[in-house]
C-alpha cells in the first residue's frame, strides 16, 4: 500500500449497497375518430426491472489494487509475493479467494493478478482496462491506502479526487466488461495497524525508514499535534470508504465489504514481520476470508 519503495502497507472500512429501480409514468397522446385530441395517460406504475442475480460462484477472477494484494513484504524483504495474495494466491495456507472459489487447480489458470506495489487509486483506470481484457466474472478491489499513506496528510488524497478516480475506474471497466462483477473491500484502519504495530520495537524503527510517515511518523508522540495528524489521517480513510461504498452502489454487479476489512482487529501475528505494516500470510489469508464471506454471501452485505 504505502509508496512504491520499501514502504508499504495497509489494511481497513465500512457499510452496504442498495440497488435502486426507478418507476416511470408514460404519457401518451391520440387522436379522436373526429380529428380532434384526447390525453390517454398510462397512469400506473411499471413494474420496475429485476436487479441482475449475484453469482457466488464465478468462474474467473481478476484483481486490482496496490502492494496487499501483490503479497508485499509478506514472504521476504521487499518483495511482491502474489503467491500468498488474499485475492488471486495459490498458496495452500492462505487459500485465497481464487482458491476458495475455482479450486487450488483452476485458481492458477482462471485468475489473474493486475495490482501494482505502490499504487493509488489515480493508477487504478489502467489496472481496471487490464482486467478488463481477461474478461473476469469477478474482479476485487482493494486500493487507497497509499492515498492516505503520504509523508504528510496535506499531501494525501482529496476525497473529491479519490471519488472521481474510482467512478472513471468502473466506467473503464464497464466499457469492455460490462457484466463482470466487482467486490471492493474498504481501506483499512490505518490508525490500527499503528496502534498494533507499534507494541513491537523493532517494528517502530523500520517504520523510521519512512513508512506510511502521515500515520506511523513519530510512532510515539502522543503530544496533540501528533494525534491530530493520525486522527485527520483516519478520517481521510473514512471518507474514502464512503467513495468506495457510493459509487459501488451505484452499479447493480458492485458489491462492497460493508465496512468488514476497516473493522477487522488485526494482530501482531497477522503482520509482516519485515515491516510491522503489511500483512503476512496470516493476515492475508483473514482477507481471503473476510472477502470469500462476502462474494458467497446471499444478497448484498
Not at 47 to 54: D, G
Not at 149 to 166: E, K, Y
Not at 195 to 200: A, K, Q
Amino acid at each position: 500500500m504505502p509508496e512504491r519503495s520499501p514502504r508499504r502497507r495497509a489494511r481497513g472500512a465500512a457499510v452496504t449497497l442498495a440497488a435502486v429501480a426507478l418507476v416511470a409514468t408514460a404519457a401518451l397522446t391520440g387522436c379522436t375518430s373526429d380529428g380532434g385530441t384526447e390525453s390517454r395517460s398510462t397512469t400506473g406504475p411499471r413494474s420496475p426491472s429485476p436487479s441482475p442475480a449475484w453469482d457466488a460462484s464465478p468462474a474467473s477472477i481478476a484483481a486490482v489494487g496496490d502492494s496487499i494484494t501483490r503479497g508485499f513484504d509478506a514472504c521476504s524483504v521487499l518483495a511482491d509475493c502474489p503467491e500468498v495474495s488474499w485475492a488471486t494466491g495459490t498458496d495452500g495456507g492462505v487459500r485465497s479467494l481464487a482458491v476458495r472459489l475455482l479450486g487450488a487447480t483452476k485458481a492458477g489458470s482462471h485468475s489473474w493478478n493486475h495490482a501494482v506495489s505502490g499504487a493509488r487509486i489515480a493508477q487504478l483506470p489502467e489496472q481496471m482496462a487490464l482486467a478488463a481484457k481477461d474478461r473476469p466474472e469477478l474482479v476485487t478491489v482493494m486500493i487507497g491506502a497509499n492515498d492516505a499513506c503520504r509523508d504528510s496528510v496535506r499531501l494525501m488524497t482529496p476525497v473529491a479526487d479519490f471519488r472521481a478516480s474510482f467512478e472513471a475506474s468502473m466506467r473503464q471497466l464497464r466499457a469492455s466488461a460490462p457484466k463482470s462483477q466487482v467486490y471492493v473491500s474498504s481501506v483499512p484502519d490505518l490508525k490500527r495497524l499503528w496502534s498494533t504495530g507499534r507494541e513491537n520495537p523493532l517494528g517502530k524503527q523500520i517504520w523510521k525508514l519512512g513508512i506510511c510517515r502521515s500515520m506511523l511518523g513519530d510512532a510515539d508522540d502522543m503530544g496533540t499535534a501528533a494525534v491530530a495528524r493520525r486522527d485527520a489521517v483516519l478520517a481521510r480513510v473514512v471518507a474514502y470508504n464512503e467513495a468506495l461504498r457510493d459509487v459501488c452502489a451505484r452499479d447493480e454487479l458492485c458489491r462492497y465489504d460493508g465496512g468488514a476489512v476497516f473493522d477487522y482487529r488485526f494482530t501482531g501475528a497477522q503482520l509482516s514481520e519485515w515491516d510491522w505494516f503489511h500483512p503476512g500470510r496470516n493476515g492475508q489469508a483473514r482477507l481471503a476470508e473476510i472477502a470469500y464471506r462476502n462474494v458467497t454471501a446471499a444478497g448484498r452485505p
